[in-house]
C-alpha cells in the first residue's frame, strides 16, 4: 500500500502540470499581441528621430 501512496505522488504531480498548463494557454490565447505590438512600433519611431540639438 505505501507503494501505491508513493506512485500516487508524481501522477497526481503530472495531473496538476497538465491542468496548470491548459490554463496557462488559455488566459494566452484569449489576449492577442496587437496592443503591445503597437506600442513596439510607437518605441521604435521615437528611436529612429533625429534628436534634437539642445545648443
Request: aromatic share 10%; charged share 25%; no cysteine.
Amino acid at each position: 500500500m505505501a507503494a501505491l501512496a508513493w506512485l500516487l505522488i508524481p501522477f497526481m504531480t503530472a495531473v496538476g502540470a497538465g491542468l496548470w498548463g491548459t490554463w496557462a494557454n488559455r488566459t494566452r490565447r484569449a489576449r492577442s499581441d496587437g496592443p503591445e505590438l503597437v506600442g513596439y512600433a510607437r518605441f521604435r519611431e521615437a528611436m529612429e528621430k533625429p534628436r534634437p540639438s539642445g545648443d
